[in-house]
C-alpha cells in the first residue's frame, strides 16, 4: 500500500483504543425511560426521602441557599449534579455544579436519584463488548476502558477504524441508543483518550502515529487528563500556554518545577508520548477507605459512632474480601462551615475488624471533634495493607471473632452486601454514590 495509506500502517507500535461514554448516567436514565428524552435532566447522587421541607442549615439562610429540589417526596438538600444530560448541558448545567444552581439556572430542571445498579450493568456490557474484541481491555472508570486492539485490527488503522464502527454498533444494540459513546484510536492511552473526548457526542477519532503532534497542537493542555486548573496556571507562569510552547521548556526546567515524576510525564505528553500498555488486572489496592456526605449533618456523638461503625463495616468488609488487614487508620471530617480535619496513625497490629477499626478511629477523633460545627461529611480509610492474618489458637477471643466474621462474610458473599447489619447501626443507611470505579453494592 503506498501513498496517503502508508501512514496508517505502523506494525512496530501498538494500537489503542479509549471509549468514553457520553452523558453516561443522565443517558442511561433516558434509555431506561422514555419520558425523560429529549429533555433537560440531571442525575444528583442521594436524595433524602422526607414530606416536610428540610430545614436550612444556618449556614445555607447566610448564603441563600434556602431552595429544595423536589421530585415527588424525594428532596436534594445538599447533593451535586453527577451528570447532565446533552439538553442540559446545552443550557448550562454542569457536573459537580449544586442541585439548587442547577435548577436555578434550569428551572424546568428533572433531577433524577441516581441508580447504581442500572449503571453497573451497562458498565459490565460495555466491558463485555470490549473484551469481544481487545487483546487486553483495562477499565478506567465506570464510564471510560481502554483496549489493546493491535493484533484484533491487523496492525493498521484502516482495521482499526472498521473494528471501532463495529464497537460502537455493538454498544448501541446492547446498551441502547441513548447510550452513546465516543471513541479515540491512537498508538497510545494519552493520544487515544484526547481523540476520543476531541467529537462528543458519538464521534469517532482516527490518529495514527504521524499525526500524533498535529493532533496534540490542536487541543488546549486542559484537555489532557492530568493537567488540571492549578497546574495549568503554573504552567502559564512558565510561558507555557499550549501544548507546542509546553514542547519548547527544557526537561531540566519540568524537573526542577513539577519533580521528576509529574515532570517527566509533562515532557513526554507534550510530545504525544505515554504508557502504553493496557492492563487487564488492577494493582494491588494501597487503601481501602469509604466516606459520606449526610443529607442531614451529624450533631451528636452517638450519631458520630454509629454512623462511623458503619463506614468501618463496609471497609472491613472489602478488605477481608481481598485478603487484607491494614495498620494505618486515617479519619476524616467535614464540618458544615466546610472547614475539614483529617488524623491518622500507624499501629504494630493490623486490623481488619469494623468494630476495632470504628474504636481506633474515635480514639483519633473525638478529642479533636467540634459537635456544635455540624458534621456534614465523614469518612475512615485504612493503609499499610497486609496479608490477612490468621487466627491465633491461644486467644480464645480472637479466634470466636474471626470465626464469625468469616461465618458473616460467607452471608454477604452469597447474598450480598448489606444483608447482615449490627444492632447498633440500626437506622444508619449509606445510600450509594453514583460515581467512581466501583459501584458499592459490587465491593
Not at 82 to 94: C, D, H, I, P
Not at 115 to 122: A, F, L, R, T
Not at 225 to 237: T, V
Not at 422 to 443: A, M, P
Request: contains cysteine; proline residues 5%.
Amino acid at each position: 500500500m503506498s501513498g496517503g495509506w502508508s501512514r496508517f500502517i505502523r506494525p512496530d507500535m501498538p494500537i489503542i483504543l479509549h471509549i468514553d461514554f457520553n452523558s453516561f448516567f443522565a443517558s442511561v436514565e433516558q434509555q431506561a425511560n422514555p419520558f425523560l428524552r429529549g429533555k433537560a435532566i440531571a442525575v444528583a447522587g442521594k436524595g433524602r426521602e422526607t414530606i416536610d421541607p428540610l430545614p436550612a442549615s444556618p449556614l445555607e439562610r447566610w448564603r441563600g441557599h434556602t431552595e429544595r429540589v423536589d421530585i415527588g417526596k424525594l428532596q436534594f438538600a445538599r447533593s451535586v449534579v453527577t451528570t447532565a444530560s446533552r439538553e442540559a448541558k446545552k443550557r448550562g448545567v454542569k457536573t459537580a455544579m449544586a442541585t439548587w444552581e442547577a435548577r436555578k439556572l434550569v428551572p424546568d430542571l428533572l433531577i433524577i436519584p441516581g441508580d447504581p445498579h442500572k449503571y453497573s450493568e451497562i458498565t459490565a456490557r460495555m466491558m463485555a463488548i470490549l473484551r469481544r474484541y481487545g487483546d487486553a481491555v483495562e477499565q478506567f472508570s465506570a464510564d471510560e476502558a481502554f483496549a489493546d486492539i493491535t493484533c484484533a485490527s491487523g496492525g493498521d488503522y484502516f482495521g482499526a477504524a472498521l473494528l471501532a464502527e463495529r464497537i460502537r454498533a455493538d454498544v448501541r444494540a446492547e446498551c441502547g441508543e441513548w447510550c452513546t459513546a465516543s471513541l479515540g484510536v491512537a498508538p497510545n492511552r494519552l493520544v487515544a483518550k484526547l481523540a476520543s473526548e476531541s467529537q462528543k457526542p458519538d464521534g469517532l477519532t482516527i490518529v495514527p502515529p504521524d499525526d500524533v503532534l498535529s493532533f496534540i497542537d490542536s487541543r488546549p493542555l486542559a484537555d489532557f487528563c492530568g493537567i488540571g486548573p492549578r497546574i495549568e496556571q503554573r504552567l502559564a507562569s512558565l510561558g507555557a500556554t499550549s501544548t507546542k510552547t509546553l514542547r519548547e521548556l527544557p526537561r531540566e526546567r519540568l524537573l526542577v518545577a513539577f519533580k521528576k515524576s509529574y515532570g517527566d510525564w509533562l515532557y513526554f505528553a507534550a510530545r504525544g508520548m505515554s504508557d502504553d500498555r493496557v492492563v487487564d488486572e488492577t494493582e494491588d489496592p494501597k487503601s481501602v477507605g469509604h466516606s459520606y456526605t449526610f443529607p442531614q449533618s451529624l450533631e451528636t456523638e452517638n450519631d458520630v459512632r454509629r454512623h462511623l461503625l458503619g463506614l468501618a463495616d463496609r471497609v472491613s468488609w472489602r478488605m477481608r474480601k481481598q485478603g487484607l488487614a491494614g495498620t494505618h487508620i486515617s479519619v476524616y471530617v467535614r464540618y458544615d462551615d466546610m472547614d475539614s480535619v483529617g488524623l491518622g496513625k500507624k499501629y504494630k497490629e493490623p486490623m481488619f475488624d469494623g468494630l476495632t477499626i470504628t474504636k481506633t478511629a474515635l480514639a483519633l477523633l473525638l478529642p479533636r471533634l467540634s459537635l456544635p460545627r455540624g458534621i456534614r461529611l465523614l469518612g475512615v480509610s485504612v493503609s499499610g495493607l497486609v496479608k490477612l492474618p490468621g487466627a491465633n489458637p491461644l486467644l480464645r477471643a480472637e479466634a470466636r471473632n474471626q470465626s464469625a466474621l468469616r461465618s458473616l462474610d460467607k452471608i454477604s458473599e452469597r447474598y450480598g452486601n448489606g444483608t447482615w447489619q449490627r444492632l447498633s447501626t440500626l437506622g444508619v443507611i449509606f445510600k450509594e454514590r453514583t460515581s467512581g470505579w466501583h459501584y458499592d453494592h459490587e465491593v
